[in-house]
């Protein structure tokens, strides 16, 4: 008896937001979200597409390692939870200056909490 094979987890340039436009179109036209330490902008996609993140960090958090390691606890999050979104959506995550003090597990609580208030996981 095969079981299906786990999902893969990655986050590659297609799942990426790069574009300026992109980013403002979402804040425009989407839905937000606050919570904890993010902003969460979204527009939903149609089904099959594949689901999107950008991620915001200005520099009221902190210094450049700090913004970078926002960045990257952020886009691990998401990484890691991508497969638990109910339907494709762009998502625009925008960091708040609290988390400079939160650590991967804090800030993959806020995602999560986020992602529910919002309804967009399964």
Same mark, same amino acid.
């Given at each position: 008896?095969?079981?299906?094979? %786990?999902? =893969?987890? !990655?986050?590659? +340039?297609?799942? @990426? ?10 804040? $425009? ?35 450049? %390692?700090? =913004?970078? !390691?926002?960045? +990257?606890?952020? @886009? ?10 109910? $339907? ?35």
């Amino acid at each position: 008896m095969n079981a299906a094979p %786990p999902p =893969r987890l !990655r986050l590659g +340039r297609p799942s @990426r937001l790069a574009q300026n436009r992109d980013f403002a179109r979402i804040r $425009q036209r989407g839905e937000r979200l606050v919570w904890g330490c993010l902003i969460a902008n979204w527009s939903k996609l149609p089904e099959g597409a594949r689901p999107k993140l950008g991620v915001v960090t200005s520099k009221k958090i902190g210094n450049a %390692p700090v =913004r970078s !390691r926002a960045r +990257r606890l952020l @886009r691990e999050s998401f990484r890691l939870h991508q497969h638990e979104l109910a $339907q494709p959506v762009e998502l625009v995550l925008v960091a708040r200056h609290s988390i400079a003090q939160k650590d991967f597990a804090g800030v993959e609580k806020d995602f999560l909490a986020a992602l529910r208030r919002a309804s967009l996981v399964k």
